[in-house]
């Protein structure tokens, strides 16, 4: 019965193009990803595969422990090269020459940037030109110290003092020095994936929008419901169908993409904490890049099963695709024009909204926080339980709806 109803979702004409369409638009992304700028030493741009093997030969030279004295050692090569004729010159082909002589420890003059910063969410591109070697002791306490000031001062009601205390502890506790490493295929990849897991979504919801509600439309519900296990298999064959095919269709894109911009960029990087990288420079939790895109690929898993299962649950309760396809835009979409406005209600509430399961790998820089008594939660561990409950639920409940329909 499963594999019938399958075939039904994919018999249409429309189905076909949309899972086209995922195809197309993941192959544009992974090209999008991996498009990779490494600048010769004679000021022209380079890109394709040779671009990337040699951005990943110029940053491997800076990889290892980033101590005192790698930063000092970093810090005068800065100097030196901004001090040169070419960093000084108005002419943009003696500028890419000086660029081209940074790239080896670009990454990590954005970190300097950060750690450097006038405030913890100011970022000044040319900040690291104005350091010295002097200055390369303060750069792990400064991370603490630009978060000392926002919570007295920007942030300043933002938090409880129970709240404040556990991301100075989390701040405090991190290990140091950091190791770092090349990394461009991770973070080129993580940050695509979001895209990657909103278009798989959106298509699946067109998917099995229609799964419950298309007896409906066709005027083959008597039928349906009349027949020996019509209220019973056959609605269970359903629920079964969109699981598979949501699960199916989702791995496959996660793990097309994956390799896809992994082989061509590489792997290197994956034990370095997220903090290594300019992106991650200010999240609180204590992982590494490889348990960053887990926990990216796991949420979007999630979230995308979750929203699928609604999908069908309105379908089933409404008798209409249309409104079925929609429920998946509108929990998407709507977070966003939420967002901008300024209440701290709604700031708990988005941060608790299905979308942040989508987007994990940029959710783990949001500083949402949910105080239990004595004890203080990040969003991300919240979301993975509170949806993988809900979502569990959602079997029965669709099961249940469908199978007391009324017919039409």
Known sequence: MMKYEIKKIFSKPSSKFAVMLLFIVVCVTCLLAVDVRYMNEDGTEETGYAAARRLREAQ?????????????????????????????????????????????????????????????????YYRADSLTAKDAWTFYQNRI???????????????????????????????????????????????????????????????????FSNEFSWKADAVFFAAKYGRNKAVAAKVK?????????????????????????GTDGAACPVQADASGWKCFY??????????????????????????????????????????????????SFLGSIESPVINKILGLLPDRLLQVNTALGYFDLYTFGKYVLGA?????????????????IIYQTYKKSQLG
Request: proline share 3%; hydrophobic share 50%.
């Open 60 to 124: 491997k030279e800076w990889a290892g422990i980033l101590n005192e004295e790698k930063l000092k050692k970093i810090i005068k090569e800065n100097t030196r090269i901004s001090a040169t004729p070419q960093a000084a010159s108005k002419n943009s082909i003696e500028n890419n020459i000086a660029y081209s002589w940074t790239q080896g420890f670009y990454e990590i003059r954005a970190l300097l940037n950060a750690s450097y910063a006038d405030s913890f969410q100011s970022y000044d």
């Open 145 to 211: 110290a630009l978060l000392h000031a926002w919570l007295e001062h920007e942030a300043k009601g933002r938090f409880s003092d129970v709240e404040k205390d556990y991301l100075i502890r989390q701040y405090d506790s991190l290990k140091i020095p950091f190791y770092y490493d090349y990394m461009k295929g991770w973070t080129q990849l993580l940050e695509y994936l979001p895209a990657i897991h909103m278009i798989t979504t959106l298509i699946l919801g067109f998917l099995v929008g229609g799964i």
């Open 241 to 265: 169908a969109g699981v598979s095919i949501t699960t199916i269709i989702y791995w496959a894109v996660v793990l097309f993409y994956s390799i896809a911009v992994l082989s061509y960029l």
């Open 286 to 335: 204590h992982i590494q890049v490889w348990q960053k895109y887990l926990l990216s690929v796991t949420g979007g898993y999630i979230g995308c099963l979750f929203l699928s299962l609604l999908t069908m649950l309105v379908s089933a309760t409404s008798k209409s695709a249309v409104l079925a396809v929609l429920t998946p835009f509108v929990m998407i979409f709507i977070p």
């Open 380 to 396: 991300i561990p919240i979301l993975f339980v509170l949806y993988s409950m809900l979502t569990i639920l959602l079997f029965p």
